[in-house]
């Protein structure tokens, strides 16, 4: 644990840094992968499978069989959890549904935009230590809801070959139509490229390690769209004398036990809050079973004591975090000030496990810095904009001189004829 107290404001982006990534070998690596799934298909993501996850298989997709049998082994208490999850979330991004609005921008000229869903979507699935059934609900939700027609799923296999039961549930249960199974990098590239088993898509959505984050970031090369370019998990947590510790230390410990390149940081303007926090840290932190990822995570974490809410919640928006959690009484005055965060959680009783898995809002959010400039994915994520313009006779003689004009004045003289052309007919009707 990193422990700072009163650090002033221009030593803090130092404190915004996040642990470096050696990119560049990186990237050579996700290029030879692209070239191998390029060249040999399936064979080559087989070949990937035994060599990464010891898994010796000769069928990348799942069948229905294998999901049938899925349902039968996840206890009855995680289905009803799964689909009450589901309703959440699906009761969230249906209501970001848009009604078309057609507007009458001047007379005769009537301007709407309408959304189509994204024909053919593939979702990434981390399957190593954590096996993330929850980011299945969170993708592939707002994906149906938006009317993808393909819902491709990737997702790496066990030693015995097999998926974890709880993804294949909860895929089915969402409208994935196909899953394969394939991991990391490879899994990104065949998506992007297609195989003679996997289909390309048009845009991949789902978190992974570093490695499928470049993957990802790879297929943009491609024409290949993403979701965002999210990295490790992160977290920060703003509290106040009114905070509990051990609910702080707990929201720390969440994302801290995603990954050893998971960050945390925790900010408080009470110096016993602080240091109660940082107790139940460790307290809490004996008793994870994944406390090994949790106590690696925790060496890149910071501990911080400000002043002033104002400056915590400044400090907030300059690392721009993946969560933000408020754990402070006046929350509602603090809203306002909150620029650049992917979610953010009021209050003591709002923990991030809540948004990870079941109050509606998507777990799917930048991260890096991301928060910046990218929001969490949304059903807009799911969907294009369309505009369309309809133009009658008198709209286009209204509009006719201010389009001519302005074409005549850039020198582009065949869009000036467009409309010319289409005055002159108008006129010699109305002779």
Known sequence: MHIDRYSKKENWIDLVERPVIKRAEISKIIAE????????????????????????????????????????????????????AKENIAKFHGSQQEEINKIETSKGIVCWRESRGIEKVGIYIPGGTAPLFSTVLMLAVPAQIAGCKEIILCTPPDKEGNINPAILYAAQLCGV????????????????????????VYKIFGPGNQYVVAAKEFALHYGVSIDMPAGPSEVLVIADEKAFPEFCAADLLSQAEHGSDSQVIFISTDFNILNKTMEEV????????????????????RFLLMKTIDDAVEFSNLYAPEHLILAIENFEEVIPLVRNAGSVFLGNYSCESAGDYASGTNHTLPTNKFAKNYSGVSL???????????LSKKGLQYLGKTIEVMAKAEGLIAHKNAVSIRLKQINNEAV
């Open 33 to 84: 992968i692209f070239t191998e799934v390029e060249k040999r298909g399936d064979q080559a993501l087989l070949d990937f499978n035994k060599k990464f996850d010891s898994a010796d298989i000769d069928c990348l997709s799942v069948s229905q069989s294998e999901i049938e049998k899925a349902t039968e082994l996840i206890s009855d208490d995680l289905k009803r959890a799964i689909q009450k």
């Open 177 to 200: 139509t196909q899953i394969f199974k394939t991991g990391g990098a490879q899994a990104i590239a065949a998506m992007t490229l297609g195989t003679e088993s996997v289909p390309n």
């Open 282 to 301: 460790t307290r809490q932190l004996k008793n994870l079973p994944r406390n090994e990822f949790a106590s690696q995570s925790l060496n890149n974490s």
């Open 380 to 390: 807009d994520s799911f969907v294009k904009k369309i505009t369309f313009q309809h």
